[in-house]
């Protein structure tokens, strides 16, 4: 009988997939596992033998690597990211992206209101702002990478630059002017886009991996200035005492002119709060409303043509260079309004929350939601962010692995792990396909496979509705 | 036009008269394209004049006065003169309208037919929407101009036989297909000159024969001259009014394509010898 046949035969294959993949790991963690060196009383350094736990780790990855092989056998011969399988996904995603968008936007609407019902007035603090503000800070900047790297396809590994140019744009106007937020806000954003056509001057005629190292290059030279201009921006020591957003000229404090006395509540840090959450969710929802619309503004279809042939776009008679810096001037003044949110929030700034790691999680978030895809964004900023919050709450697994295990340090192992796994299974992203800005045959419903895949159906001409 | 030590075309000139179809033949090296990328601003040319004159042809007078002044446009009246040399590549097509397809197809393949044909109305549209800003804050004068901008595209689409394909990426579409479309993304600029680098590459006999039909249905029907490089001697033999033989940078004949069939340096230029026959084509 075939079917047997060729069950016996993924099961040699998968004994003989389990047994090279135990090899290599056994070559690979004989050093690393295998041996350690400890100290003893004396001070003396002794090498330890750990066998059994070389032995259990080899014999998991094998016995993991023949479960995976055996699946696949059984599954056929089906190839696991198969264009078909892959359309067919792409399909439901696509018809999935326009139900979920409501749903998700009500979701943010409603989250104070329901940490605040689950866990009572005091838990919610943290619920809203470490999860709540913190993941919407992500999401903006998210969105605001997203015009950049994502619709104009220049791979900018600086972001975070401009972030910190709106951050300490607002912190040393507010610290030495007084000015208040709300005519700060749109002041750091010019700030921050002046800087991007600034980078963006230098970096025209790059592309790709060449305008990846200048970007990163500007993003350390923004943050090194930062650190070295001790006059102005403290150094390291960074700028305190930041003047907090307003209720619009009324304080959020326990005085008499505060926002709880003047509208007859009792004080609570909780107001404060949710003015932020509501802040920022505006801001992210703006960036996101100026995504949508510039999208399907000549601008917009302009800066889609630049990522996908700049020379072709040129025999257009598009002015490139303006369309390039119109793209950095826009992405930098969303991590503008981003860092100026970011800077009063804290209350205290320093180059250390500039990093280039800031960069590189915010480019993970763009890349790993699906270049060009808002919800995508949004989606990957909750896991990335959200993950690395959840995980500091996960105090159980102390009592699994001992009272010094702290699963924050795993972070980044996870990280890299769902980034291979996203990169076998969707590599174009969680929401990698692309929404066209306009239809020509919008009047014919949606249907849930987009049409004219197959050419043979796709060939007769289909009746023109109001044509 | 010289790269480093290689002079690519030199002693190169000719006319390409309005309303003709001009083709710019020659074995493969003999520098065509780089004179393609001169034309259309793509390489700005070590030496020598491109001068493109529309509208009243009065203005062409004044072309040396223009050349001295060291400006790159002149307007008279109702004409125009520019001298493309001078130009940068985009304002070639936006300002002198001279519109160019490539050798290798170069649409934007991740969008759709019709965003391809809405872009390259980019400067229309860009000026209706008050360079995004009435856009963005949805004036209703940016919502006739897009409407304006997709009839004209259906117009195009109609004519290239891709109405239902609209809303699928350019990079689905067949060869032949993108062809067609690059040449109707060109002429969505609204060319007086329309420049065609190998069109019919890659198309079968009966393919390269509907590109025929196709350019003279675009120069009867549009006020659009034509200027073509092709190898597929069928193509430009049964289409052009003009033709001119390039060959190591230096043209060696220009002429109808009568002239050319039975002309005897081009005869040696492709053949390599003088006494053999002409190919059949």
Excluded at chain 1, 158 to 172: E, K, P, Q, R, W
Aim: aromatic share 10%.
């Amino acid at each position: 009988m075939p079917a047997k046949a060729s069950t016996r035969l993924g099961l040699a294959h998968a004994l003989r997939d389990a047994a090279i993949t135990g090899l290599i790991a056994f070559g690979l963690f004989l050093p690393l596992i295998g041996f350690n060196t400890v100290q003893n009383i004396h001070n003396e350094l002794i090498l330890e033998t750990r066998w059994p736990l070389l032995a259990t780790l080899v014999a998991v990855i094998a016995a993991g690597r023949f479960a995976y092989s055996l699946l696949i056998a059984a599954w056929g011969d089906r190839p696991i990211s198969g264009p078909r399988r892959a359309r067919k996904l792409t399909g439901w995603v696509s018809h999935l992206t326009s139900r979920i968008t409501p749903a998700v936007l009500a979701f943010a609407i409603l989250y104070p209101a329901l940490a605040l019902w689950l866990t009572g007035s005091q838990g919610a603090v943290k619920w809203i702002d470490n999860f709540g503000v913190q993941i919407l800070i992500y999401v903006m900047l998210g969105w605001g990478l997203n015009i950049v790297v994502g619709l104009a396809g220049l791979l900018d590994l600086g972001y975070v630059a401009f972030y910190a140019v709106g951050a300490y744009a607002y912190a040393l106007l507010a610290t030495t002017f007084g000015l208040s937020f709300w005519i700060l806000l749109p002041v750091a954003g010019c700030a921050a886009a002046f800087w991007g056509i600034m980078l963006g001057f230098p970096v025209l005629r790059l592309r790709g991996d060449y305008l990846a190292i200048v970007t990163l290059a500007f993003g350390e030279i923004i943050r090194l200035v930062l650190i070295n201009w001790v006059p102005v921006t403290n150094g390291y020591a960074g700028i305190s005492s930041i003047p907090r957003p307003t209720f619009f000229g009324i304080p959020f404090n326990a005085t008499d002119e505060g926002f709880a006395a003047r509208f007859g509540l009792e004080f609570s840090p909780i107001y404060r709060i949710l003015f932020l959450y509501y802040l920022i969710l505006s801001l992210a929802l703006i960036t996101a409303a100026m995504t949508v619309r510039l999208r399907r503004l000549p601008l917009g279809r302009a800066w889609e043509a630049l990522r996908e042939d700049e020379i072709a776009c040129r025999s257009l008679g598009i002015n490139t260079t303006n369309t390039k810096l119109t793209a950095f001037a826009m992405g930098a003044m969303f991590a503008g309004f981003g860092g100026s949110f970011f800077a009063s929030r804290q209350g205290f700034i320093s180059p250390e929350s500039f990093t280039f790691m800031e960069s590189a999680v915010i480019l993970a978030i763009v890349v790993l939601g699906g270049m060009g895809s808002l919800l995508g964004v949004a989606i990957a900023a909750v896991l990335m962010i959200g993950g690395t919050e959840i995980m500091r709450e996960l105090d159980f697994l102390k009592m699994v692995f001992g009272s010094d295990f702290d699963p924050t340090q795993y972070r980044m192992l996870l990280f890299g792990f769902g980034m291979v796994l996203l990169m076998i299974w969707r590599p174009r992203g969680l929401i990698g396909t692309r929404h066209p800005s306009i239809l020509l045959h919008s009047g014919e419903p949606r249907t849930l496979f987009p049409r004219a895949r197959n050419p043979a159906v796709a060939a007769p001409l289909q009746p023109e509705p109001g044509a | 036009m010289r790269f480093g030590g290689l002079l690519a075309v030199t002693d190169l000139s000719f006319t390409a008269s309005r309303n003709d179809i001009t083709a710019l033949i020659g074995p493969n090296g003999a520098g065509k394209t780089t004179v393609f990328n001169c034309i259309t601003g793509f390489y700005k040319p070590t030496e020598g004049r491109i001068a493109l004159q529309s509208g009243d042809a009065q203005v062409w007078d004044e072309l040396e006065a223009l050349t001295d002044r060291g400006t790159r446009t002149l307007h008279r009246g109702t004409g125009a003169l520019f001298l493309l040399e001078r130009m940068p590549d985009y304002l070639v097509t936006q300002k002198a309208r001279v519109a160019r397809t490539f050798q290798n197809i170069r649409l934007f393949p991740g969008m759709t037919v019709l965003e391809n044909l809405l872009v390259a109305q980019h400067n229309g549209l860009m000026r209706a929407s008050g360079f995004t800003i009435f856009g963005v804050l949805g004036f209703p004068s940016y919502a006739r101009a897009e409407s304006a901008a997709v009839e004209k595209a259906r117009y195009w689409l109609d004519r290239i036989g891709l109405m239902g394909r609209a809303d699928d990426p350019a990079g689905d579409l067949p060869y032949g297909a993108q062809r067609r479309l690059e040449i109707a993304r060109a002429m969505c600029t609204e060319p007086v000159l329309l420049c065609l680098d190998e069109p019919a590459a890659g198309l079968n006999a009966n393919e390269s024969a509907e590109l025929g039909d196709y350019l003279r249905a675009i120069r009867a029907e549009h006020a659009t001259s034509i200027l073509l490089i092709e190898h597929d001697m069928s193509v430009v033999m049964g289409i052009s009014d003009h033709i001119v033989v390039l060959d190591h940078g230096q043209k060696i004949a220009d002429g109808s394509p009568e002239d050319i069939r039975s002309d005897a340096t081009v005869i040696a230029a492709y053949l390599g010898v003088e006494e053999s026959e002409i190919p059949e084509t």
